[in-house]
């Protein structure tokens, strides 16, 4: 696949649990880059535009409700097949089935409050990203370290 972008929300049970930081650090210690970064909350239009695929499902607007009841923390993260790799390192969506070492499984406690949201594929990173982010948000940049990784 080569290098991508995904979308990752801290949801509001991760903030207000505290475990941004923990979550951020997962991703760089991975290699993964942080290019783009924000706490925010989200409008009601920004929620349902994000969950728009979810629109005519009965869990819809407990999701868009849920969303806005705190705020997030919006990064997109960069690197070689990231979102795989995000998708991965978050573990199943139902925390209950997420395997350990899994921030959903290290943390989630249901299926709703499960810690983070990330992109599923390229089509959904490119359907997300605008919505936290705008193009001069986003800010690429070497490391240094990228001969490493």
């Not at 696949?1 to 760089?28: C, H, N, Q, Y």
């Not at 943390?107 to 709703?112: D, K």
Request: aromatic share 8%; with cysteine.
């Amino acid at each position: 696949m080569g290098t991508e972008r995904t979308l990752v929300l801290v949801k509001p049970d991760g903030l207000k649990r505290r475990l941004a930081g923990e979550i951020i650090s997962r991703f760089e210690r991975k290699g993964l880059r942080l290019i783009a970064l924000k706490e925010m909350r989200l409008t009601q239009s920004m929620a349902e535009e994000h969950y728009s695929v979810h629109r005519d499902k009965p869990f819809y607007r407990d999701l868009v409700q849920y969303i806005i009841s705190a705020p997030i923390l919006a990064m997109i993260l960069e690197g070689n097949n990231a979102i795989s790799v995000v998708r991965g390192m978050c573990g199943a969506t139902d925390g209950s089935k997420a395997a350990p070492g899994t921030i959903r499984g290290d943390f989630a406690l249901s299926i709703q409050n499960n810690i983070v949201h990330a992109s599923d594929s390229l089509e959904s990173y490119q359907h997300e990203a605008p919505i936290f982010f705008a193009e001069e948000e986003i800010l690429v940049f070497s490391y240094g370290d990228e001969q490493l990784i």
